[in-house]
């Protein structure tokens, strides 16, 4: 479809990525697949991003991939792009926040889950549909689901691909916040302000470090960071004279 897109737009250090696809409570299209991994390696290379977040235009998040395009995934091979898309997002080094507001389903849940964190409005629904179409769900995202909001009630999810409303999906963990819908940008912003005002030496690290994507050698390297780079010096220093601290530190380029 061509109104069928993902559109960016960078602002106070904060990336807004959009899904887009009118008509289709933003389904995912194959092409939206292919996207999304391009898109990220260009804002993960952008040293003026220090976030990203993940929304949907109108008032959904993302009903899911577009069964438009299932037979084609299914018959050429290609159900794996969206695997490969979810994980991009996830391996992205940069803290990634999901907005999301009505539909997260299918496709959109399983980019939900690969950010680092989701934020609800209050009439955000969840579900994961695979066993109302024949379909196994992928086994990274199956196992990304089990591990964010444990085994129980991943089975739930997938055995009965039931909505949940958000006062389950903050109960089992699928979700970190929810609140009015008038106040979820507000709320975005204010997070996503005071990430990208951290030490990027931390927040960076962290992650990697959580993700487990850090061997010994690399917790090591990290280390050496923060002796060579004065951020932590920079850090006590401002906490000594009550002042805002100013931290310069940024990702090293990739190669």
Same mark, same amino acid.
């Not at 990290?222 to 530190?249: C, D, K, L, M, N």
């Given at each position: 479809?061509?109104?069928? @897109? ?5 602002? +106070? ?13 933003? =389904? ?8 999304? %991994? ?48 979810? @994980?991009?997002?996830? =391996? ?26 989701? $934020? ?9 549909? %695979? ?14 689901? =089990? ?16 909505? $949940? ?9 699928? #979700? ?8 979820? +940008? ?8 005071? $990430? ?20 010994? =050698?690399? #917790? ?20 000594? @004279? ?9 990702? %090293? %380029?990739?190669?």
């Amino acid at each position: 479809m061509a109104d069928a @897109e993902l559109t960016v737009a960078v602002s +106070d250090q904060v990336a807004t990525v959009v899904i887009r696809n009118p008509g289709r409570r933003n =389904a995912m299209t194959l092409a939206m697949w292919r996207q999304l %991994p391009v898109l990220l390696d260009h804002l993960e290379a952008e040293p003026a991003v220090r976030a990203l977040v993940l929304t949907g235009a109108d008032r959904t998040f993302c009903a899911g991939a577009d069964l438009a395009d299932l037979d084609e995934q299914l018959s050429t091979g290609d159900a794996g792009i969206a695997v490969a898309a979810e @994980e991009r997002l996830a =391996a992205f080094a940069k803290p990634t926040v999901a907005a999301v507001r009505g539909a997260c389903v299918g496709g959109g849940c399983q980019l939900a889950v690969a950010c680092d964190l989701r $934020i609800a409005a209050d009439d955000a629904r969840f579900g994961v549909p %695979p066993a109302r179409l024949g379909l196994v769900y992928p086994a990274p995202t199956t196992r990304r689901l =089990a591990r964010l909001v444990g085994p129980a009630a991943a089975k739930h999810l997938l055995f009965t691909s039931e909505l $949940i409303d958000t006062e389950r999906a903050l109960r089992i963990g699928l #979700v970190d916040e929810v609140l009015p819908g008038e106040r979820l +940008d507000a709320r975005i912003d204010r997070l996503t302000a005071t $990430i990208v005002e951290r030490s990027q030496l931390s927040v960076v690290a962290a992650k990697e470090i959580i993700d487990e994507r850090a061997d010994d =050698a690399r #917790v090591d390297w990290w280390y050496g960071q923060v002796r060579a780079s004065g951020e932590a010096r920079e850090g006590i220093t401002a906490f000594h @004279e009550r002042r805002p601290p100013r931290f310069t530190w940024s990702p %090293p %380029p990739a190669g």
